[in-house]
C-alpha cells in the first residue's frame, strides 16, 4: 500500500490500509452471503462485493474518486430482447473511476452500453451465448507467447499465437497503430508451431503468428519487462493475464462496438456492468426479472450469476495486489 499510494506518513498508510480492508471485509461478506442465495437473488450481493472491490483497487492507489456508483440500469420492461437493456455510465462514481484505471480510457458521459454485447465478454457463458444466437464471443482465451531465438545469430524475438479470426485491424487508435509499429506477422513451419507453442498440425490453420519487429540478443537474454510492455502497452484496452492455469498465456477481446465508441473492454469491467444490471433487477424489478428467466437467454443469465463472480474474484485479487496470481482450476 505505502509502495502504490506514494504516501510516507505513517499514520496516512495506516489509516488507508485500514480503509482497503474494510472495503475487503465488506466484499467477503456479500460475497459469501451471495454464495447461499438463489441465483434469482444472489446478483445483487454480489454486485456489492465488486462494488467494494473497484473501491479496494482505487482506495490502494490512493487514487480519487466519487463514491457513488457512477451507472443507472435502463430498463425496457416492455421489450425481453437483452439488446434493448443497457447501463448508463455517468461522468462520476466508483466504476467510471475503476474503468479508466483498468484500460487507461473514460467513457462518454450518458453513454449507454447495451447487457446483449456485454454479455459477449464473459467467457464462462461463451457456449450458452453462442447457442442462444444473441452473438460471436468478444474474448479470445487461447492466446500464447513464446520467446523464441535464432542461436547461429545470436537473435532473439517475443512471438504471439492468436486466434485467426481476431481482427487486429479493427482495433482503434491508438491500438493499431502501436500493434503495427511492435509486430508483424510471420509464418511458422508445422515443427516450429508444434515445438514452439504446442500447436499441432491439425489446429495450425486457427492460428496466426505475430513476432516482434524488434531483435534482442538471444545470449545475453531478453529483459523481462521488454516483451510485456510491448505486447501489454499496445493491446492496452484489450488484454488480459491469464488468472487460471489452462496451457494458455493471455487472453485478447475485441473492441466494444458503439455509436459513440469503439470502446476499450475487457472481461472483468463487463462482468460488473452486467451484474450491476441484474441486481438492479432483484431491486427495482423483480417482475421483469422473472419475464426475462422465461426467454432463450435464462441458460445463460442462470451461468452467468453463478459462474461470473468466481471469475471476478480471482481477477480482483490481482488487481488489487499488482501482482498476476494464476490459479488451478
Known amino acids: ?60 492507489r490512493g487514487l480519487p474518486y466519487d463514491a457513488r456508483h457512477g451507472l443507472t440500469s435502463k430498463i425496457d420492461a416492455a421489450n425481453i430482447d437483452t439488446a434493448a437493456q443497457a447501463v448508463e455510465v455517468h461522468a462520476a462514481g466508483v466504476f467510471p473511476a475503476f474503468y479508466q484505471q483498468q484500460v487507461q480510457a473514460t467513457l462518454p458521459h450518458g453513454v449507454r452500453l447495451d447487457i446483449k454485447n456485454l454479455l459477449g465478454y464473459v467467457a464462462q457463458v461463451a457456449y450458452q451465448y453462442e447457442t442462444a444466437k444473441l452473438g460471436r464471443s468478444a474474448v479470445y482465451h487461447s492466446c500464447y507467447a513464446r520467446l523464441l531465438g535464432h542461436f547461429p545469430n545470436d537473435q532473439g524475438w517475443w512471438t504471439i499465437a492468436v486466434p485467426r479470426d481476431y481482427d487486429f485491424t479493427a482495433l482503434p487508435t491508438p491500438n493499431r497503430q502501436r500493434f503495427d ?33 524488434t531483435v534482442t540478443t ?8 521488454l516483451p510485456l510492455v510491448s505486447l501489454f502497452g499496445c493491446m492496452e484496452g484489450y488484454i488480459e493475464p491469464k488468472y487460471v492455469e489452462d496451457g494458455c498465456d493471455f ?31 432483484v431491486r427495482y424489478r423483480p417482475d421483469y426479472l422473472d419475464d426475462l428467466l422465461e426467454t432463450r437467454a435464462a441458460w445463460m443469465l442462470e451461468g452467468f450469476v453463478t459462474s461470473a463472480p468466481l471469475t471476478a474474484l480471482r481477477a480482483f485479487v490481482s488487481k488489487i495486489t499488482d501482482k498476476v496470481y494464476v490459479f488451478n482450476k
Open 218 to 225: 538471444w545470449s545475453t537474454g531478453i529483459p523481462r519487462e
Open 1 to 60: 500500500m505505502q509502495f502504490h499510494s506514494n504516501l510516507t506518513n505513517d499514520a496516512e498508510i495506516t489509516a488507508l490500509y485500514k480503509l482497503v480492508r474494510s472495503f475487503i471485509r465488506q466484499a467477503e461478506t456479500y460475497y459469501r452471503a451471495a454464495r447461499t442465495l438463489h441465483y434469482r437473488s444472489s446478483a445483487l450481493l454480489y454486485y456489492y462485493c465488486f462494488l467494494n472491490l473497484a473501491k479496494a483497487v482505487l482506495s490502494v
Open 181 to 213: 509499429d511492435e509486430f508483424e506477422e510471420v509464418e511458422l513451419s508445422k515443427e516450429s508451431a508444434r515445438e514452439c507453442f504446442g500447436i499441432f498440425a491439425t489446429s495450425l490453420p486457427a492460428y496466426r503468428f505475430y513476432q516482434s519487429k
Open 251 to 281: 487472453t485478447l477481446s475485441r473492441p466494444f462496438i458503439h455509436p459513440f465508441g469503439p470502446f476499450r473492454m475487457t472481461e472483468l469491467p463487463a462482468i460488473y456492468l452486467v451484474m450491476f444490471y441484474l441486481g438492479s433487477l
